[in-house]
Nanobody
Framework: QVQLVESGGGLVQAGGSLRLSCAASGSIFRLITMGWYRQAPGKQRDLVANITNIGHTNYADSVKGRFTISRDNAKNTLYLQMNSLKPEDTAVYYC?????????WGQGTQVAVSS
């Protein structure tokens, strides 16, 4: 089991930046694919970006060129740098650990972007 705790959300104006962090427990962090998902009110939870244990990344088309996912395996921490934020980026952002047949989720952190 992996426990995940997100931080870094908040309210920002359009065009601004935020950096989300996800602190993970357990020694397997460095071995697994990690990701960020988001869920806006009344919508499904969608993938924002993920990163494999060796640093290969994948992004949703809507955030390419604006968001950067990274990880620090020595600190068991996942990051999401979000630049040029838009009102449509408003959502609860969740950290995800892909354990193969099982998914672990954090509690989520709210990001609100005002126009």
């Amino acid at each position: 089991q992996v426990q995940l705790v997100e931080s870094g959300g908040g309210l920002v104006q359009a065009g601004g930046s935020l950096r989300l962090s996800c602190a993970a427990s357990g020694s397997i962090f460095r071995l697994i694919t990690m990701g960020w998902y988001r869920q806006a009110p009344g919508k499904q939870r969608d993938l924002v970006a993920n990163i494999t244990n060796i640093g290969h990344t994948n992004y949703a088309d809507s955030v390419k060129g604006r968001f950067t996912i990274s990880r620090d395996n020595a600190k068991n921490t996942l990051y999401l740098q979000m630049n040029s934020l838009k009102p449509e980026d408003t959502a609860v952002y969740y950290c995800n650990a892909n354990l193969g047949g099982r998914q672990c989720w954090g509690q989520g952190t709210q990001v609100a972007v005002s126009s």
